[in-house]
């Protein structure tokens, strides 16, 4: 592919928008992971402000694959929200 659109003419918009929110998954996970166990406090701040980013990133792409109903997200049932309050919350 010496053509760099080529790759946009073979995927479809959905197609590029599934694929940006899976690798925004992949690299958030991987910047948390350098926040949470890096060492230098300064360096650590730098990496949340990244990690920040990314996730603005994935909530972007998210936000649109749902607008264009490919991502559809289906709400809770209200008797499920209460059990899993019960559940994390430590009442019987």
Do not use: T
């Amino acid at each position: 592919m010496s053509n760099p659109n080529q790759c946009a003419q073979i995927m479809s918009e959905k197609e590029l928008l599934q694929d940006g929110l899976i690798s925004q998954k992949q690299i958030a996970g991987s910047y948390n992971s350098f926040a949470g166990e890096c060492v230098n406090e300064q360096l650590r701040g730098a990496f949340l402000n990244i990690l920040d980013e990314e996730h603005r990133i994935q909530a972007d792409i998210f936000c649109s694959l749902q607008s264009n109903g490919w991502y559809q997200v289906e709400p809770a049932e209200q008797q499920k929200i209460q059990q899993a309050r019960k559940k994390y919350s430590g009442q019987p």
